[in-house]
């Protein structure tokens, strides 16, 4: 059967850990050509030894998604090593300004939303900033630097991962929650912008997933229990929940999809009561 990124290059953002790890390693499985862009240039490089060992090609590349001439040399460095791009995650993320993503077992515990400093009345101007800096400013510099090197490929697929965090309000990360909004309407004003050079811009908007950044990978505390009883599907989101949507979103099944979200979050915000 046909490889359904056959022949592609694909730029992932967060591709060391997590939903971006995931993206990256089944990207590569459907044939794409895989630049892991990640912060932590180790853990890109480990994402990048797994693709190899199953046969596949990859590179790592060290990228702060919220630095301008980071964002450009990761795309420059895409084209220098493949040359070309047909497909994009902006996965890089961040729950909250001293959030820092770990190993599964490195995590202790749950890395929740209740710490009086990031409630509105009492959030840091520089928190709030480094939020927004990430999770928003980065995803649009990422589509900026991508869409470019796109438009010279003849076209290509574009996701940006949101969050249910864009629709409903979340105690304690007004931050997050405006940041993931905002990436939500970046999609759509860059897929009517970037429609005229046969580019595609969708979003995915996880519910709880199984991840570093739930703090779920590894606890079975209440929280985790709570999030699990307040999904219509009883369980929380796998990574691969989400990579599956990436993937159907950057394949050529979705040719005529764009500006959409697709929020994979187990009947979460379908529900009336969430
Ligand atoms: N896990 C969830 O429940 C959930 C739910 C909704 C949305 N999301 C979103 O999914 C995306 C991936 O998160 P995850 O859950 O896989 O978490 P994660 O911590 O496992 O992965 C995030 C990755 O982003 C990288 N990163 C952080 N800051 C960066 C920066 N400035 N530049 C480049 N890379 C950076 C980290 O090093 C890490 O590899 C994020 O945008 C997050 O907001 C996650």
Redesign the pocket.
């Known amino acids: 059967m046909t490889k359904r990124l056959a022949g592609k290059v694909a730029v992932i953002?967060?591709g060391?850990?997590?939903?971006?790890r995931e993206c990256s390693l089944r990207f590569a499985e459907e044939g794409a050509k895989i630049v892991v862009a990640?912060?932590?240039l180790d853990?890109a490089s480990s994402v990048c030894a797994e693709i190899k060992a199953a046969g596949n090609e990859a590179v790592p590349f060290a990228?702060?998604?919220?630095i301008p001439e980071d964002v450009v040399a990761m795309a420059d460095a895409a084209m220098n090593e493949f040359g070309q791009v047909d497909a994009c995650v902006a996965?890089?993320?961040?729950?909250h300004a001293s959030y820092v993503?770990r190993e599964p077992q490195e995590q202790a515990g749950a890395d929740r939303h209740d710490r009086h400093d990031m409630m509105l009345i009492d959030k840091s101007l520089a928190n709030w900033q480094r939020v927004l800096d990430?999770?928003l400013t980065?995803v649009m510099l990422t589509n900026q630097a991508i869409a470019k090197k796109m438009q010279e490929s003849g076209g290509g697929a574009i996701v940006n991962?949101a969050?249910?965090?864009g629709k409903t309000a979340l105690m304690g990360a007004s931050d997050y929650c405006v940041s993931k909004a905002g990436v939500w309407m970046l999609t759509k004003c860059g897929a009517i912008e970037l429609a005229r050079h046969g580019i595609r811009v969708n979003a995915v908007g996880?519910?709880?997933?199984k991840?570093?950044?739930?703090g779920a990978a590894t606890s079975n505390d209440a929280w985790v229990e709570d999030r699990i009883k307040e999904t219509p599907l009883r369980r929380l989101g796998e990574?691969s929940d989400i990579a599956n949507a990436c993937l159907y979103l950057c394949s050529d099944e979705a040719s005529f999809v764009t500006g959409e979200i697709i929020f994979p979050d187990g009947g979460l915000i379908a529900d009336s009561r969430a």
């Open positions: 953002t967060g060391a850990s997590g939903i971006g990640d912060i932590n853990r990228v702060d998604a919220s996965a890089a993320g961040i729950s993503s990430v999770n980065g991962i969050s249910i965090a996880p519910g709880y997933i991840t570093s950044m739930s990574p």
